[in-house]
């Protein structure tokens, strides 16, 4: 088929199917540009609680689709690849966790959304990079917590509360591998130009950014800023849609150290793809299934998160 005709049969399938598409920032331009709903992991599991389609086809990396169904078990919940999965939620192992937190009973679990609903189900409340400081700072300051599994995005919250969270030691393969060199290099010859950065980054790229944020804290200011160059180390996906909002400033993505990769590009996002989304409307599969024990335990982090989000 050829884009044209992927893209009305898409339309076709999701109006005679009661679907709706979800999609995630970091996803291909073509796939955003196709959604229903484009936002960052709050975004989206705040979108497939209220949405009342039949279908939720999330074009983003499984644990998304898991999230999905965990609060919408009613639906069916379809994700375009199945391997679509996610580096930092497979650096916590769930076994491992569990025995984790068996070590540590006197301490309240707080972990990442992206994380398996096998960890969730280990887990007190869950957060967002959006929401993350605003619900750890609901805590006593004397709390014991563990913050799993990203210990950059922990760190940074430590270091932004006064904490002393005990951090699981998790990373994301993208947000790990942004150079500092380049990135010095690139304000050198922009000097205007705003740094933006993922809290899931490594604490020197923290330190040399204008601002640190969720996907959609980045998006935001780059919106509302008068600058009209901003240097972008987050997974390059996001800068389609701040070149939507935003035509007339320029955006940078911050290269890896390996110069031989496009290690800011998620390769687990960029394996949706406009047929892949296709053939799941089509066919209703791959279908995402949470085993109902682990459901029913996991559900009740992730409602905690939206209580404390409000």
Known sequence: ????ELIEGINRLRREKRAVILAHYYQRG???????????????????????ADI???????????????LSPEKKV????????????????????????????????????????AVKAHTDVVVTS???????????????????????????????????????????????????????QLKQEHPQA??????ECRQYILNAADVVGSTQA????????DAEEFIVATESGILHEM????????????????????????????LNTLQKLYDCLDRESPEITVDPDIRERAVKPILRMMEMSR
Request: with cysteine.
């Open 130 to 184: 959006t929401n993350a400081r605003k619900i750890v700072d609901q805590f006593p300051k004397d709390a014991k917590l563990i913050f799993s599994p990203d210990r950059n995005l922990g760190g940074y919250i430590n270091s932004v509360t006064g904490r002393e969270m005990l951090l699981w030691d998790g990373a994301c393969h993208v947000h790990e591998r942004f150079s500092m060199e380049k990135l010095a």
């Open 243 to 270: 070149r939507k909002r935003c035509p007339h400033k320029t955006f940078i993505p911050v290269p890896p150290d390996d110069p031989a990769c496009a290690c800011n590009e998620c390769n687990y996002m960029r």
């Open 56 to 70: 939720l086809v999330v074009c983003g990396v499984h644990f998304m689709g898991e999230t999905a169904k965990i």
């Open 78 to 117: 379809l994700v375009p690849d199945m391997e679509a999965g996610c580096s930092l939620a497979d650096s916590c192992d769930a076994e491992k966790f569990a025995a984790f937190v068996a070590a540590h009973p006197d301490h309240t679990v707080i972990s990442y959304v992206n994380t398996t609903a």
């Open 1 to 4: 088929m050829t884009k044209e």
């Open 30 to 52: 073509e796939i955003q540009d196709i959604a229903d709903v484009v936002g960052d992991s709050l975004a989206l599991a705040q979108w497939a609680q209220k949405s009342d």
């Open 218 to 225: 980045l998006l935001d200011f780059a919106v509302k800023s």
């Open 194 to 199: 705003k740094v933006l950065a993922h809290p």
